[in-house]
């Protein structure tokens, strides 16, 4: 089994920056896609960014284009995502997540295979 562990929240401010970590166990990362979604208060989890095996391609929500950088090191078993110019409206539990399948509907939950339990990032105005 993988077990997925976030870390790196907290409070920071508009057009701050926060690096998210996943750390994985029980498995080996490099065989998995990995994604991060974010869940506001009151609102479904919404897709974040997503990454291949290798790192070479990644894919992210219009919300967070160009702001969030999703990474891995496939070598410490870890995948981040550096987040730039915060905005309030970033405020969100994170939650890393694991694809091993690799195809599919990448932004929807149900593609992925397993979940960390997510860390707080509150963006204060």
């Known amino acids: 089994q993988l077990q997925l562990v976030e870390s790196g929240g907290g409070l920071v401010q508009a057009g701050g920056s926060l690096r998210l970590s996943c750390a994985a166990s029980?498995?080996?990362?490099?065989?998995?896609?990995m994604g991060w979604f974010r869940q506001a208060p009151g609102k479904e989890r919404e897709f974040v960014a997503r990454i291949n095996r290798s790192g070479v391609n990644t894919y992210y929500a219009d919300s967070v284009k160009g702001r969030f950088t999703i990474s891995r090191d496939n070598a410490k078993n870890t995948v981040y995502l550096q987040m730039n110019s915060l905005k309030p409206e970033d405020t969100a539990v994170y939650y890393c997540?694991?694809?091993?399948?690799?195809?599919?509907?990448?932004?929807?939950?149900?593609?992925?295979?397993?979940w960390g339990q997510g860390t707080q990032v509150t963006v204060s105005s």
């Open positions: 029980g498995r080996t990362l490099s065989d998995y896609f």
């Open positions: 997540a694991a694809d091993l399948i690799g195809r599919g509907a990448i932004t929807e939950r149900a593609e992925y295979d397993y």
